[in-house]
């Protein structure tokens, strides 16, 4: 996934941490909540207290 600015970045990780809940519901898997909060955790940390760490 090629992010090409910060606020951007802040928007797909906020939309996912508000998604969260979600996970294995209504097509949202594990795999799209990491998709979109990767860039942010990589460069910033987790976006949730209950992240694991992205794994390089």
């Known amino acids: 996934m090629v992010v090409e600015s910060l ?12 998604l969260r809940d979600q996970i294995d519901s209504y097509g949202f898997t594990q ?3 990491d998709l ?3 860039p942010w955790r990589q460069a910033i940390g987790p976006a949730h207290s209950d992240d694991e ?3 390089s």
């Open 7 to 18: 606020p951007t970045v802040s928007v797909l990780a906020l939309d996912a941490v508000a």
């Open 31 to 33: 795999r799209c909540y």
């Open 53 to 55: 760490k992205i794994r």
């Open 36 to 38: 979109l909060t990767s």
